[in-house]
């Protein structure tokens, strides 16, 4: 077992120890009960907190985690001694590694395996069928049929791409969601139909005179649409005003974007800055169309995909899909964690004038802070970014 990733998750498991172990000594006797003595079962605060702890470490090393869960099924009523058989079944499969706690307190227990095997995906079948074997050894058929028994296997990122368990993603996900996150997000999508709403509305004399000057001076639609990577990594039509010419390839682009990932000074950049992320001279774009990315205009239209509530007003740009293919494992979290956005921590925070990595971290700092104060404050800052020009897409 790699101790580049055992060491962060042991000692995270050791301060959760302690702190359980603090918490229990605080307590009355009555909410310690008939558990005082027992295996070390963390509470669900505790215990979720460690779940999300470990999605985020298998997320960034590349390295699959198993969720066990046992769960009473819907209406149904389990005493202390069947729910204490519950935990010692799951301390006999449990590894020192493992982590044992409430999922959701008093109804589902749950158990956390980190750095499975990756090449082991049957794993899941076999621990299943060990908590089945010990079960057995403890309650008897009827009181098994009160439980249900559910196995995830979390793989990383990149593995989610080319086949994903979206029952886990979902599950994962929802770890996110505290009733402070659900007001907030709620708070955040009135926001993005009220102001995207009104500003497609008064904007509408504008979205004219582009559309007019964009038919004028080159042949083809108005609009270009073009398939991006939005939250948790589902496709969606992202629109623009056309500002290339029409057939434009698009390997100038793939290519440039590759280099830029991997680190590499790309060609066809902004020599005069340290990290550029834009094609100087581009020859695909048209003369309109420079002044419509000058002053990203270009992107009004995707007003329309923050009203339909495929982006949000604030958020990571969104991908195309040939850049998420050549993300590191740590990288994905960008488009797992928050909505895409119009603008963002990016966009008035340097851009063009940025890493890729620095932009992958500055999204990242918005996901773990979003806001609605946070969102007025980036859409407050993004006017001056955009007249003054600076990283100009």
Known sequence: MSGLL??????SVQRSNDRARRSAERVSSRRRGQWAGRPLVFDEDLFRDLLLREKRRSDRFDQPFVLVLIGLKGGRFCDAPTWMAMIETLEAVKRDTDVLGWFEQGSVLAMILPEVDQAAAQFTREIESRVQVALSRRVDAEVRDDFSIRVHR????????????????????????????RVSGAVKRALDVAASGALLMLASPLFLLIAALVKLKSPGPIFFRQSRVGEHGKLFTMLKFRTMHLHADNAIHKEFVSQLIKGASPEGGDGAKAAPFKIVNDPRVTAIGRLLRKTSLDELPQLWNVFIGEMSLVGPRPPLTYEVEQYKPWHYRRVLEAKPGITGLWQVSGRSRT??????????????????WEDLKILAATPRAVISGKGAC
């Open 154 to 181: 979390h793989a990383p990122a990149t593995a989610r791409t080319a086949g994903s368990n979206h029952t886990t993603d979902r599950l994962l996900r929802d770890l996110h969601l505290s009733n402070r996150a």
């Open 355 to 372: 890493t890729f990595d620095d932009m992958v971290r500055l999204d990242l700092r918005y996901a773990k802070n979003a806001s609605a």
């Open 6 to 11: 055992a060491g962060p998750f042991s000692a």
